[in-house]
């Protein structure tokens, strides 16, 4: 055997890890830049519907609830999908308000 076996060896080893990190790297840069995107999103809606409520003179129990599943998921955290139910609930609630506010 040539004693050149381990350099060609190690030069496989760096050729794989080159192309899996080539590939992970943007996968995982695109996964977090989603989910904070999701998780801005999220805190946007809950801050509007906040500001929604205090602004409603109406008492609605539904968006109180939306509004306070929104908080309790946004405080658990997640992923992308969390977050999109926390701001699907948060604008609910605060469309609620705006129609009671409306009547």
Do not use: K, Y
Not at 61 to 76: I, S
């Amino acid at each position: 055997m040539s004693p050149s076996w381990p350099i060609w060896l190690a030069g496989i080893v760096v050729l794989v890890a080159a192309g899996v990190m080539a590939t992970f790297v943007p996968h995982a840069r695109r996964r977090r830049q989603r989910r904070d995107e999701a998780w801005a999103a999220a805190r946007s809606a809950i801050e509007a519907a906040r500001i929604r409520r205090d602004a409603c003179v109406a008492t609605v129990p539904e968006a109180d609830d939306l509004l306070a599943g929104a908080e309790a998921v946004a405080a658990n955290g997640g992923g992308p999908h969390a977050a999109e139910r926390a701001e699907r609930d948060a604008r609910r609630a605060g469309s609620l308000w705006r129609e009671a506010g409306s009547e």
